[in-house]
């Protein structure tokens, strides 16, 4: 390997397949902004061949990478350190690799999900909604990160719902201090899980293009609650469109992808990012392409 390389700041992002992320684009825009020579690529890695990708980063000076689908959970085994967030999720999407070759892992998408959230509205004893239920759609991945960020920030109520009561009764047992402060509503009666509510989250993949649509009636959701769906594409979901529509405040899924890649970046390259309504732009062109 050329000197040149081996200077060059490095990171990026693995998965299998990997060709569809946007963390490059995002990444590369920031390394461009801040006038830092790096480099942030996409890495297509096998899941057999995980383990060997990740303990090769330090002898390809990689200052390390993000992980997405399937990487994220089977990542725990093979690293040698996971921060707080990684072991309450129990999941990685950040690993940054120290001077030691010590793998440290991370997870960002809680960090990700309330910063986007507080771009449009106050996470504070006192706002309108921060007061009353939070109702979570969905008990995967996501759903974790989500529920960890809100019991951090101090919601003292969570309603889960979601289609199978087994999962979501995993989750509740699983992440500690969640049972105490959680319901369980089944599918069927997600919209009753609305009444008094202050905060709707849909962490399902139901309203995202090629997937099926979201059916909720909103009816029972008071209208100063908000309502955040994570998915991104389309940027409005219809969920998003209709909870606009009765005069709710509502959060795209865009800006906690956006949110989340700023510890990563500000680890691997000694800068911390600022996202922007310009950065937003420059991912939106991509994802119209």
Known sequence: MKDGHRKKLKAGVMGWPVSHSLSPILHSYWLSKYNIEGLYKAIPVHP?????????????????????????ESALGFVDKIDNYAKRIGAINTVVVEGSGVLVGSNTDAIGFIEN?????????GSGWFGRPAVVLGAGGAARAVCVALMDCGIKEIRLVNRTLDRATELILEIEGMADISNI???DNRSDALSHAGLLVNTTTLGMAGQLPLNIDLTELPIDATVHDIVYTPLETDL???????????????????????????????TDPIVTSELRQ?????LSK
């Open 185 to 187: 509503y089944k599918w």
């Open 282 to 286: 420059v991912v939106l062109a991509s």
């Open 117 to 125: 959230l507080r771009d449009v509205v106050p996470i504070e004893v």
């Open 240 to 270: 998003l469109f209709k909870a606009r529509q009765r005069g709710n405040h509502v959060v795209d899924g865009l800006g906690m992808l956006l949110h989340q890649a700023r510890p990563g970046f500000r680890s691997w390259f000694g």
């Open 48 to 72: 057999d061949a995980l383990e060997k990708s990740l303990c090769d980063l330090q002898n390809k000076f990689y200052r390390g990478v993000n992980l997405t689908v399937p990487h994220k």
